[in-house]
């Protein structure tokens, strides 16, 4: 039995790059799979620099953006694991199973490499072991995120090993990763970076919550390059290339047919065309977000009736899993 297990980080609003790489596919395994568990990271929020309460905002704007995507709460656990303890108790446990191999390669995962500079803490370089608990905690198997986790699954199983060979037992599975058909989103103002909600400059950055004015401007002034027309070049042209990817991604085209269509045109024209494109998607998303903005209450409510129905399934594994190891 497949066991949906996925989660974003309230760092801020979610973009463009979350939708595509992960959020629109939460929505449509909802209606094939009826035990999608899907969290709101905010434990991780602490290892970057930012109050508890923008956390708590954040939170909340995420969970109406999740909301006005079309997500469920009838069909979806959606919670926030703050709310549910069990997360931090197991990643204490898998902690004391990872040695000395895996001590060595929190160090070397490139998102620890890239945050650090930024802002270092102990949370940031165990991230990964927390993120593997909010996995195993509900036996997931299936994992719906963006190409970028890889490295971080990988980590999730190989932990899980350890904690199987430390413990004796086969308390955990391999998880996989469902890989979305959409690539990596690069930041519209500096396309060598992925777009990202906490590294990077905002303008590179589409939010879900943003006005269709706010997405024209980001378009327009995305960085592309001085070689005139339009022609298909990862390497050397990574600007447009980017562009190209974001309007097949985002008008659900074949990224051949967009390129057949855009190539040796003038990028103003694929800039304007993306812009619209994107005002058609984001739109109506934000202008419902917003709505559901208004009615906190509501928002409030769903997640706390969905901490309820994640603490009920948490405390059962986590009580079987102390059973296992024998600790109780
Ligand atoms: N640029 C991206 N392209 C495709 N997918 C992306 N994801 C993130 N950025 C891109 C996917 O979004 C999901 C939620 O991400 P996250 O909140 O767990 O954190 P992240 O992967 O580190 O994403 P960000 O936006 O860069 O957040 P911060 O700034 O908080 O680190 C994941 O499934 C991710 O793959």
């Known amino acids: 039995r497949k066991q949906i297990v996925s989660a974003i980080q309230p760092t801020g609003e979610p973009h463009l790059g979350n939708y595509l790489g992960a959020l629109k596919q939460w929505v449509s395994l909802q209606d094939q799979h009826d035990n999608c568990v899907f969290g709101l990271a905010d434990n991780h929020v ?33 919670y926030k694991h703050s709310a549910v303890l069990q997360h931090t108790a197991l990643a204490w446990l898998l ?25 270092d803490n102990l949370g940031l370089l165990t991230y990964p072991v927390l993120m593997s608990a909010d996995i195993l905690l509900f036996h997931g198997t299936h994992i719906p995120v963006g190409e970028d986790q890889n490295i971080h699954i990988e980590f999730c199983n190989s932990i899980a090993q350890y904690f199987n060979r430390a413990y004796k037992c086969e ?7 469902l890989l979305t058909t959409s690539p990596r989103v690069k930041s519209l103002a500096d396309p060598s970076l992925k777009m990202s909600k906490s590294y990077g400059k905002a303008s590179g950055v589409i939010g879900m919550l943003d006005t269709d004015d ?25 600007g447009v290339y980017n562009l190209l990817l974001l309007l097949s991604a985002v008008s659900d085209t074949h990224f051949r047919e967009v390129c057949r269509k855009y190539e040796y045109r003038n990028v103003v024209e694929l800039k304007n065309d993306l812009s619209e494109c994107l005002v058609g998607t984001v739109g109506p998303v934000r202008d419902r977000a917003l709505e559901l903005l208004g009615d906190i209450g509501y928002v409030e409510k769903v997640l706390s009736v969905g901490a309820e129905k994640a603490s ?15 600790l109780k």
């Open 95 to 119: 902690s004391t199973a990872a040695t000395s191999g895996l001590i060595s390669k929190l160090r070397m995962l490139p998102q620890y490499k890239e945050k650090s500079q930024v802002h």
């Open 214 to 238: 706010q997405i024209r401007k980001k378009v327009k002034k995305a960085v592309t390059d001085s070689f005139g027309p339009i022609t298909v070049d990862q390497d050397e042209r990574p």
């Open 46 to 78: 602490f290892t970057s620099k930012i109050t508890a309460k923008q956390v708590r905002q954040n939170t909340l704007k995420q969970t109406a953006v999740l909301l006005s995507l079309g997500l469920d709460p009838d069909k979806v656990i959606l």
């Open 171 to 177: 308390v955990f599975q391999t998880v996989s990763q």
């Open 312 to 326: 009920e399934i948490a405390e059962k594994n986590l009580d079987s899993i102390y059973r296992t190891i024998g």
